[in-house]
T-cell receptor, first 118, second 114 residues
């Protein structure tokens, strides 16, 4: 079974500052993928970044980077130079890569509500 | 523009009524998914389909049914057997069902019980 834990229900950051959103996971699968999604108040889930468990380097996508520490089972999202439009709910999710069926489907954390202050 | 559409945006259900949520994609994706989101929580998988005419139960399939007669369409029916259907429903699709492939989401349907 897989489990995602996001321990920060809410976070505040000043505009233009960097912020780290925490995500820890638990899995017995040897190969897995980690995803971050953004959910604005409109409700749509927007894909941000992906990290494979065997990737040698941390993933980056524009202002988003993933601080992946495999031994600590953490996959924190770093947002640099925060903007007012970054205010949203952020979800960490994971998926096993080598097994089939519903056991390989996405497991989501409970999310972190980020508020960017002007 | 390629994307995923869900309709309606809001849906009201009376007691004992079945309602159907629409999900359409023009991304030419093989795999499609239905998730349920309750307030303050993450998403939970209801059903998924890896290919046309095939679908599998997710973690919370009881009280729901789906069909996949066309590649572009994956409607979800919330039956009267679902005793607590009030939630936000999100449809997603991906090129295939391999684990590393990103799922892209529609705008969601909010279901309320009258």
């Amino acid at each position: 079974a897989q489990k995602i834990t996001q321990t920060q229900p809410g976070m505040f950051v000043q505009e233009k500052e960097a912020v780290t959103l925490d995500c820890t996971y638990d899995t017995s699968d040897p190969s897995y993928g980690l995803f971050w999604y953004k959910q604005p108040s409109s409700g749509e889930m927007i894909f941000l970044i992906y990290q494979g468990s065997y990737d040698q380097q941390n993933a980056t996508e524009g202002r988003y980077s993933l601080n992946f520490q495999k031994a600590r089972k953490s996959a924190n999202l770093v947002i640099s130079a925060s903007q007012l439009g970054d205010s949203a709910m952020y979800f960490c999710a994971m998926r096993a890569l080598l097994i089939s069926g519903s056991a390989r489907q996405l497991t989501f954390g409970s999310g972190t509500q980020l508020t960017v202050l002007p | 523009d390629g994307g995923i559409t869900q309709s309606p945006k809001y849906l009201f259900r009376k007691e004992g009524q079945n309602v159907t949520l629409s999900c359409e994609q023009n991304l030419n994706h093989d795999a499609m998914y239905w998730y349920r989101q309750d307030p303050g929580q993450g998403l939970r998988l209801i059903y998924y389909s890896q290919i046309v005419n095939d679908f599998q139960k997710g973690d919370i399939a009881e009280g729901y049914s789906v069909s996949r007669e066309k590649k572009e369409s994956f409607p979800l029916t919330v039956t009267s057997a679902q005793k607590n259907p009030t939630a936000f429903y999100l449809c997603a699709s991906s090129i295939g069902d391999a684990g590393a492939l990103t799922q892209y989401f529609g705008p969601g349907t909010r279901l309320l019980v009258l």
